[in-house]
């Protein structure tokens, strides 16, 4: 059973950065990708950025593209959200979970975060105007 401990969430200002890790446990070799949700109060949550594991291809939402980026680092079992650039509307709890699909279009679609079975804690991340 994979395990996901989610940290470097804090209280940031607009235009500040933040890089925040995903540690996982467990055996990955199953899954095909493996990437960051975010979700705010009263919001679905939605795909944020996404990395498949075999290829390295990377993606991410329109909503952060130019200003948030996604890294695996294999032999540390860890997976990194680098985010640049960071506004209000990106208060949200990130969590990060790996998918059975190799597919990154499919990762980021709309409700995909339903058909994922494995989740972390989150970590909160709070932008001030």
């Known amino acids: 059973q994979v395990q996901l401990v989610e940290s470097g969430g804090d209280l940031v200002q607009s235009g500040d950065s933040l890089r925040l890790t995903c540690r996982f446990s467990?055996?990955?070799?199953?899954?095909?990708?493996i990437g960051w949700f975010r979700q705010a109060p009263g919001e679905e949550r939605e795909g944020v950025t996404c990395?498949?594991?075999?290829?390295?291809?990377?993606d991410d939402a329109d909503s952060v593209k130019g200003r948030f980026s996604i890294s695996l680092d294999t032999p540390l079992n860890a997976v990194f959200q680098q985010m640049n650039s960071l506004k209000p509307e990106d208060t949200a709890t990130h969590y990060c979970?790996?998918?059975?699909?190799?597919?990154?279009?499919?990762?980021?679609?709309?409700?995909?975060?339903?058909?994922?079975?494995?989740w972390g804690q989150g970590t909160q991340v709070t932008v001030s105007a």
């Open positions: 990395i498949e594991i075999e290829s390295g291809a990377t």
């Open positions: 979970a790996p998918a059975f699909d190799s597919s990154c279009h499919l990762y980021l679609s709309p409700d995909s975060y339903k058909y994922l079975q494995i």
């Open positions: 467990g055996v990955m070799a199953d899954y095909g990708s």
